[in-house]
């Protein structure tokens, strides 16, 4: 009964939430994508073999909300993996501003190259909790995605990162906010449930402190430099916990 409560819940409120919906689009500023290039090396100064980091997701790993992948998720994950862990970090952002899971896997995925990864981060589900994707769904197409990274990539480690916290955000009013806060959490369970299941994907969830503005771009919707940072600690904290020494081996 639970994962279809947004739905019952937005019905009779359809006509006003859609109405809300256009009004924020509307109102709401357009941010472009980071600039500057799409991989990196964060920890150069450190000895030995360079660990490799691949993040693919929405518009935080396209840079939305910052001015460059240095300040993104991407850059900010690889410099605090590069720091726990003592190692050269390569990274790369593969991301799309816009996209659902199933979007993504119809496009850019795809054309990840063949090439062992030691830490892969996937991060979607603001799209596809706008889209109001069924559980189902969304659930069928992160294990496609999952199984997609698994061939091209044998991971050492996969981050599946939450479903970030719509129920917080800024720049939603209410109760299209709340409407939006409880899909998002149905589809965040989902996404636990299927990586407690998959041996090598850990589930971190994504808790920004929005109270904080300065964790928040100005569109109050994307993560700023200074939300990346704390989302990149979680992060690395969870590679050290789960799988640090499984990552460093390899």
Request: a neutral charge; glycine letters at 8%.
């Amino acid at each position: 009964m639970r994962r279809y409560l947004p739905e019952l819940v937005a019905l009779p409120l359809l006509p006003f939430l859609v109405a809300q919906g256009k009004y924020t689009r509307r109102v709401t500023p357009r941010l472009p994508e980071a600039g500057g290039p799409l991989e990196g090396v964060c920890g150069a100064i450190h000895k030995g073999t360079p660990l490799t980091l691949l993040t693919i997701g929405e518009s935080p790993v396209a840079g939305v909300g910052v001015d460059n992948h240095n300040e993104a998720i991407t850059g900010q994950l690889a410099q605090s993996m590069a720091d726990a862990l003592h190692r050269p970090v390569t990274w790369r952002a593969c991301g799309r501003n816009g996209v659902t899971v199933r979007e993504a896997l119809d496009t850019f995925i795809t054309t990840i190259p063949h090439a062992p990864v030691d830490v892969v981060l996937v991060a979607f589900g603001v799209n596809d909790t706008t889209a109001f994707r069924a559980v189902s769904q969304w659930r069928r197409d992160l294990q496609d995605v999952l199984d997609e990274i698994e061939r091209r990539c044998q991971p050492g480690l996969v981050l599946l990162s939450g479903v970030p916290p719509l129920r917080h955000f800024p720049a939603l009013p209410q109760p299209l906010r709340w409407v939006m806060g409880l899909k998002a959490d149905v589809l965040d369970a989902a996404a636990r449930e299927l990586a407690d299941a998959r041996e090598g994907v850990r589930y971190v969830p994504l808790a920004l402190d929005t109270d904080d503005r300065s964790m928040m771009a100005s569109d109050g919707y994307h993560p700023s430099a200074k939300g990346c940072t704390a989302w990149a600690a979680t992060l690395a904290e969870a590679v050290m916990k789960s799988h640090g020494r499984d990552v460093t081996a390899r």
